[in-house]
């Protein structure tokens, strides 16, 4: 009976967070897992490249502290050094630096805000904690804007913040009760930069799978699950044409990417024709020192900018050095990449005078995926998001940034992959045995091969 052995439970399309939790988890219960990931190094959107003594992570990453993420990381006891970032700063409008006003008090003084603003925006900070999110998931932000009765000015200051705590510059479709959920979540629990970066996480979640049993093949990309309308999922087929054969498979990969696997009409049409991406051009800057190390953040008000030295927190550059990452939010919209580098350098010109001689690497990246789909009002917010069972395919779950009832960025893909990998437990515990099946057929053919 070698075939047992060899016999896949679980199969996982994508080695980005999402199914490499998935992966540790049901290895973990001892269920045979295998994990394809098409590129050549796993890790997705979380992979840190180390560039002359910088980690380079895609992009300005940061945990929330009091997100689902940092549960299921410490569920699976996985350890990392997070640090609260150095808030040092400026917001900028009309192209003038203004000292941040997180406080109370520099809240009072700020020019940033008018004085009825000011009195909006304090009155609603004191509020924050006890809003219910939940009755205003179908709600966009713009409505809850207008029914708050927030002047121009508020608006505009609460849209630099909530760019700041979800990436989504899009009001117009964006959940309220969601936003204000992680709006919440990132005021009462801040962020974690991670010491030398998301690759930790990638490769704890890795070690902690291979540990338990799992296979990783990288380099390893699947062309379509196998799937009947009576019987469910089969398996899947790989690049090479070759095929796998599994009780049950979870794609921890974006909507598009799912519809293309699965092929036939689907559902999952419907949930990749319905994903708007939230995007963001970012340039990560590494230099020997830091012209001006007491202004570690920028925030743009009246433009959608982003500007943290992650070094200044997090172990990332090496002694004396800084690792910069800056970004611009874009809306569906948004007309020229060349224009953002051109505004994220105008950024660093602003808050780093002299940063051009410093430079030792730096990276733009003009189209970044950062959540395969914003949180639309238009559905129900979060409880309307899809998965992580797929209705009408047995054995097929999702995982991932755009999945689940719970959170956003990151902190859906891990919290999905968690439950997509309870309910294969759950769906797997009602399968018959396979090694029952076969022994059968055995005794029913005594020449039946099974090598
Ligand atoms: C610029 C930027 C900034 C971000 N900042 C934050 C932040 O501050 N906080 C936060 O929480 N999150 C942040 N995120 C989001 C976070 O990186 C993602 O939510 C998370 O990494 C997604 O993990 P995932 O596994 O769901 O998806 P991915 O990382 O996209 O992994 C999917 C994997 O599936 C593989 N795959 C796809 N198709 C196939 C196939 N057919 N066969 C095999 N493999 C396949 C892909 O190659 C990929 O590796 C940011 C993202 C970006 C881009």
Same mark, same amino acid.
Request: hydrophobic share 45%; proline share 6%; no cysteine.
């Given at each position: ?328 939010? %874009?809306? !569906? &919209?948004?007309?020229?990449? @060349? #224009?953002?580098?051109?505004? =994220? $350098?105008?950024?660093?010109? /602003? ?62 893909? %891990?919290? !999905? &992959?968690?439950?997509?990998? @309870? #309910?294969?437990?759950?769906? =797997? $515990?009602?399968?018959?045995? /396979? ?17």
């Amino acid at each position: 009976m070698t075939y047992h052995q060899d016999q896949t439970d679980v199969i996982i399309v994508g080695g980005g967070l999402a199914g490499l939790t998935a992966a540790a988890f049901l290895a973990r219960s001892g269920r045979r897992v295998v994990l394809y990931e098409k590129a050549h190094d796993i890790g997705g959107r979380a992979q840190t490249q180390r560039k002359n003594g910088f980690y380079f992570n895609l992009g300005p990453h940061a945990l929330y502290r009091f997100g689902e993420g940092v549960k299921v990381l410490r569920e699976l006891g996985l350890e990392f050094n997070g640090h609260f970032p150095k808030l040092n700063g400026v917001l900028i409008k009309k192209g003038q630096p203004h000292p941040l006003p997180f406080q109370p008090l520099s809240l009072l003084t700020t020019k940033v805000l008018s004085w009825p603003a000011k009195w909006q925006v304090m009155r609603l900070m004191a509020a924050l904690p006890k809003i219910d999110p939940v009755p205003l998931e179908s709600l966009t932000v713009r409505d809850w804007f207008e029914e708050q009765g927030f002047n121009a000015d508020t608006r505009m200051y609460l849209q630099a913040l909530i760019r700041l705590a979800t990436y989504t510059a899009d009001i117009e479709h964006q959940s309220a009760g969601a936003t204000i959920a992680q709006v919440q979540r990132a005021a009462a629990g801040n962020v974690l930069y991670v010491d030398n970066g998301w690759q930790v996480l990638v490769d704890g979640l890795r070690r902690l799978a291979e540990s338990a049993g799992a296979i990783i093949e990288s380099g390893a990309r699947v062309t379509a699950i196998d799937w009947t309308g009576e019987q469910g999922v089969s398996g899947v087929r790989l690049a090479d044409s070759s095929t796998r054969a599994a009780a049950a498979v979870i794609v921890a990969a974006s909507p598009a990417a799912t519809q293309t696997l699965v092929g036939q009409p689907s559902l999952i049409d419907r949930w990749a024709k319905a994903a708007i991406p939230v995007k963001a051009a970012v340039l990560d800057v590494a230099l020997k020192r830091l012209p001006r190390p007491e202004t570690t953040f920028a925030l743009g008000v009246d433009q959608p900018l982003y500007l943290s030295v992650h070094s200044a927190a997090a172990h990332l550059a090496p002694e004396g050095g800084a690792l910069i990452h800056t970004a611009k939010y %874009l809306d !569906s &919209a948004d007309p020229d990449p @060349q #224009l953002a580098e051109q505004e =994220l $350098a105008g950024l660093l010109d /602003l808050t780093q005078p002299g940063w051009r001689e410093e430079v030792v690497e730096q990276r733009f990246l003009p189209d970044m995926t950062v959540i395969n789909a914003l949180i639309p009002a238009e559905q129900g917010g979060l409880l309307g998001r899809p998965g992580p069972e797929v209705p009408g395919i047995a054995g097929l779950y999702v995982a991932g940034d755009w999945v689940g009832p719970v959170g956003m960025l990151s902190d859906a893909s %891990l919290a !999905s &992959a968690r439950q997509a990998a @309870q #309910l294969v437990q759950d769906y =797997l $515990a009602q399968q018959p045995p /396979l090694s029952l099946e076969l022994s059968s057929i055995e005794i029913k053919s005594n020449s039946f091969e099974l090598a």
